[in-house]
């Protein structure tokens, strides 16, 4: 009968790929790494470094795990491990990504020389008044009047958006694409709800509300949406 393989080697143009199987003991899989590495047919000297990457499946490893599994690599020929590609998150993945999604409720008025910032979304009930900043790195859902400085997607996400009951805003910037005087809807024609988003020109346009239904149909989480 075969043996089974916890570990197979592929090189690519990048260098070497490595696939450990997840469901063997972690002991069996540095035996076997150890063993594959030293009977691979690379026995010319080299002086560069060859790229590794590491695909663990559904294992997770601690941070020791990680360090010892790069240690053992580097141990053979000019092999270093830049990637390890795992489907579990790490605790610090898991909080990361939690943060920025969540959405945080604030009830008050920011005013000027103040900065309201979150990671995620933010639902503020209250005015930004002139002076005043708000940033998101998510959406911004303002349930008053944006008179002040509003960044949404402050930390690259082109798709993120601004919203507000009353859009007069000194400013308003998403991810790195800003407009310092921004269209505004004259006051005989203004609207409840408006919001900002970069269009396909990558100028950020105010609109009414409803535009979001085609232009961001995944904007879904204020609605129990994931």
């Known amino acids: 009968m075969k043996k089974r393989q916890n570990v197979t080697i592929k090189g690519t143009k990048d260098g070497l790929v490595l696939r450990l199987d997840d469901s063997c003991s972690y002991e069996e899989l540095k035996r ?9 047919t690379m026995t010319q000297e080299e002086r560069h470094l060859i790229s590794v990457k590491l ?11 990680r360090e010892e599994l790069k240690f053992l690599i580097r141990q053979r020929k ?15 993945e898991a909080d990361r990504l939690r943060t920025e999604n969540e959405v945080v409720t604030v009830s008050k008025i920011i005013r000027s020389g103040q900065v309201l910032k979150v990671s995620g979304d933010i639902l503020l009930i209250g005015d930004v008044n002139p002076g005043g900043t708000i940033m998101a790195g998510g959406n911004i859902f303002i349930m008053g009047t944006l008179k002040g400085v509003a960044h949404a997607g402050c ?6 958006v601004i919203v507000a009951s009353s859009m007069k805003p000194s400013q308003v910037r998403i991810s790195d694409t800003f407009n310092p005087a ?3 809807v004259p006051e005989n024609e203004k609207r409840e709800m408006e919001c900002a988003y970069i269009d396909e020109d990558r100028q950020i346009k105010i609109d009414r509300l ?17």
């Open 78 to 92: 000019n092999l270093v491990v830049d990637d390890i590609e795992s489907n579990v998150l790490t605790r610090e």
């Open 182 to 184: 921004p269209d505004i």
């Open 155 to 160: 930390f690259g996400n082109d798709q993120a």
């Open 32 to 40: 076997e790494i150890d063993q594959k590495l030293s009977a691979n």
């Open 55 to 65: 695909e663990v499946g559904n294992r997770y490893l601690t941070e020791d795990q």
């Open 210 to 226: 409803q535009v979001l239904i085609e232009l961001r149909p995944n904007l879904t989480r204020l609605e129990g949406g994931h």
